[in-house]
């Protein structure tokens, strides 16, 4: 098995002058895993995977629009992300693939799944971003909801929430570092793309979707991620009891005991996830 731990960045063209920024890690050979990063997160920190590195998976990382090297595009929607990277999935030439979304990566994910139905297999969600397009799960979202908010004013507020007071030390972290680029702007399109009309609905979305939410999520309200899962046609929902909202070692475990197993089903030719709607409670330790 050939493993290269540094990952290879590189950047492609699309839409005319805009460019997308992706890395790739692992087995070049090995079966092809779309990540699709948080709020405040970098491309660059492979380190997350680890595991999935030694699996043998192809990880491809995605740069949103306005995070490190992408350049801050301003997006009609969510499912725009789909056509977005299908451009990547051709020049890569990946016949079939799986996508990891973490927390707000989740509507991303969708978006590619309902753009690319033949290609996308499993979808992998770990305290995944609701559908905020829903009123009904807005009615649980203990956050404002700016619909109409600019980007100008989410940028502003994406610096003071989340980048104040921080540390000369934190300031160097790859995943604040490449957040804050072009202002914040890809932080602030997140906080506007997820709570209006995505451009699909998840009930479109048919892929298999293996979804895992703490109960003690403090950021993401468990019933928001609960009422998320019905609204998906073929879901897996898996209740951890214990946990915060996201920690490199709640990552690791979901990549251990929720993808490794399925992708060594799911990765092999003319495999398929197994289909239905469940619900599944798991004890893990807290972290």
Request: hydrophobic fraction near 40%; proline fraction near 5%.
């Amino acid at each position: 098995m050939t493993v290269s731990g540094q990952p290879t960045r590189s950047v492609i063209g699309y839409g005319g002058s805009n460019l997308l920024s992706y890395a790739e890690y692992g087995c070049r050979n090995g079966y092809p895993v779309l990540v699709q990063h948080g709020m405040i997160a970098s491309i660059r920190d492979y380190h997350l995977f680890d595991h999935l590195i030694e699996e043998g998976v192809h990880l491809i990382s995605v740069a949103r629009p306005g995070y490190g090297e992408s350049s801050p595009y301003a997006m009609s929607n969510m499912a725009e992300w789909g056509d977005i990277v299908s451009v990547l999935v051709d020049k890569l030439h990946l016949p079939h693939f799986d996508v990891l979304g973490i927390s707000s990566g989740a509507p991303y994910s969708y978006a590619i799944g309902y753009r690319l139905p033949d290609k996308v297999r499993t979808i992998f969600i770990l305290s995944g971003t609701p559908a905020l397009y829903d009123d009904g799960i807005v009615a649980f979202w203990p956050y404002p909801i700016e619909r109409n908010a600019a980007i100008g004013e989410l940028q502003m507020l994406a610096k003071d929430l989340f980048f104040s007071g921080l540390s000369e030390e934190d300031l160097l972290r790859n995943d604040i570092r490449d957040s804050m680029m072009n202002n914040c702007f890809g932080i602030a399109q997140d906080l506007r793309l997820r709570c209006v009309d995505w451009g699909f609905c998840l009930a479109d979305v048919r892929q298999h979707v293996y979804m895992q939410h703490s109960r003690a999520d403090s950021q993401v309200p468990f019933i928001t991620a609960e009422m998320t899962s019905k609204m998906l046609p073929d879901c897996r929902f898996e209740i951890r009891e214990h946990g915060e909202h996201f920690s490199s070692e709640i990552l690791d475990d979901f990549i251990e005991t929720a993808m490794i197993p399925l992708l060594q089903i799911v990765g092999q030719p003319g495999a398929h996830a197994p289909h239905g709607v469940e619900a599944r409670q798991v004890t893990t330790s807290a972290h």
